[in-house]
């Protein structure tokens, strides 16, 4: 019976962790390496599709053109 005990609570444990173990990868849009293409594709290429998601609503860009700094936020971008 003691046996019975602890293979029980063996594969307990091991089904347990493994459930939690597993990693999420359904949501990609929610990795780094998805918001560096899409930054990457709006600033070289001028695909913006999906840049409004990827960055926040209060994000500032600052240009310097020679003598001018350029201010934009995210609606001008």
């Known amino acids: 019976m003691k046996t019975?005990?602890?293979?029980?609570?063996?594969?307990l444990t091991v089904l347990?962790?493994?459930?939690?173990?597993?990693?999420d990868?359904?949501?990609?849009k929610h990795q780094m390496d998805y918001t560096i293409k899409t930054y990457v594709d709006a600033v070289?290429?001028?695909?913006?599709?999906?840049?409004?998601?990827v960055l926040d609503s209060e994000?500032?860009?600052?240009?310097?053109?020679g003598d001018k700094i350029l201010n934009y936020g995210n609606r001008k971008f």
């Open 59 to 65: 994000v500032k860009y600052t240009l310097t053109r």
């Open 4 to 11: 019975l005990k602890t293979l029980a609570a063996t594969l």
């Open 25 to 28: 990868l359904t949501n990609y």
């Open 44 to 53: 070289a290429h001028g695909k913006l599709k999906g840049v409004a998601e």
């Open 16 to 23: 347990s962790f493994s459930a939690f173990a597993a990693e």
